[in-house]
């Protein structure tokens, strides 16, 4: 006689077992998508933040007055003495103290990156390719579980960020 109470529970067992596999692959998934995101999060070097200051400083130069606006002969208009966007006075600002603007704004960074991990676009980019390159494989590895798991009896849902890019792959190209 057929003990249904018995093959039941085998089932129930490897359907646990295919839970716990592929929660282990998820739990990998989200430690890399972490990790990406702190890469993203990573601040520019020192020196690469103050080249951004400069050329925020140069924009800001090139809003100020011309000196064009003498030749003409005409009456000058001075510039407007508020700071919206259009007032040549950050511009003039800029260009009179320029070098204790750079230096307040260099101390200031300095002490906001000390200690912190720092990382130029290439690296950024760099790393960003390889942790894409590690979650990619990850996430076509619990897609083909998850298939897999669907053929043995098993439903498992889809985690709610999953890629449609996997989720929607060929059986052959997972």
Same mark, same amino acid.
Do not use: Y
């Given at each position: 006689?057929?003990?249904?109470?018995?093959?039941?529970?085998?089932?129930?067992?490897?359907?646990?077992?295919? !839970?716990?596999?592929?929660?282990?692959?998820?739990?990998?998934?989200?430690?890399?998508? /972490?990790?990406?995101?702190?890469?993203?999060?990573?601040?520019?070097?020192?020196?690469?933040?103050?080249?951004? &200051?400069?050329?925020? +400083?140069?924009?800001?130069?090139?809003?100020?007055?011309?000196?064009?606006?003498?030749?003409?002969?005409?009456?000058? /208009?001075?510039?407007? &003495?508020?700071?919206?966007? !259009?007032?040549? +006075?950050?511009?003039?600002? #800029?260009?009179? &103290?320029?070098?204790?603007?750079?230096? !307040?704004?260099?101390?200031?960074?300095?002490?906001?990156?000390?200690?912190?991990?720092?990382?130029?676009?290439?690296?950024?980019?760099?790393?960003?390719? #390889?942790?894409?390159?590690?979650? /990619?494989?990850?996430?076509?590895?619990?897609?083909?579980?998850?298939?897999?798991?669907?053929?043995?009896?098993?439903?498992? +849902?889809?985690?709610?960020?999953?890629?449609?890019?996997?989720?929607?792959?060929?059986?052959?190209?997972?």
């Amino acid at each position: 006689m057929i003990n249904i109470g018995k093959l039941l529970a085998k089932q129930k067992s490897a359907a646990t077992d295919v !839970h716990a596999a592929i929660g282990e692959i998820r739990e990998q998934i989200t430690l890399l998508s /972490d990790q990406r995101q702190q890469v993203e999060a990573l601040p520019l070097p020192l020196d690469q933040a103050m080249a951004a &200051c400069d050329l925020w +400083l140069d924009g800001l130069e090139g809003r100020s007055i011309r000196a064009s606006a003498f030749t003409t002969g005409d009456r000058l /208009d001075w510039p407007r &003495c508020d700071m919206s966007e !259009h007032s040549s +006075l950050p511009g003039l600002l #800029a260009a009179a &103290c320029r070098d204790l603007i750079r230096a !307040h704004v260099e101390r200031e960074l300095a002490d906001l990156l000390e200690g912190r991990e720092t990382a130029t676009p290439e690296q950024k980019a760099e790393r960003l390719q #390889a942790l894409d390159g590690e979650l /990619d494989t990850l996430e076509r590895a619990e897609e083909a579980a998850i298939r897999q798991a669907e053929v043995a009896g098993i439903a498992i +849902l889809r985690r709610r960020e999953a890629r449609p890019a996997v989720v929607l792959l060929p059986d052959g190209e997972i």
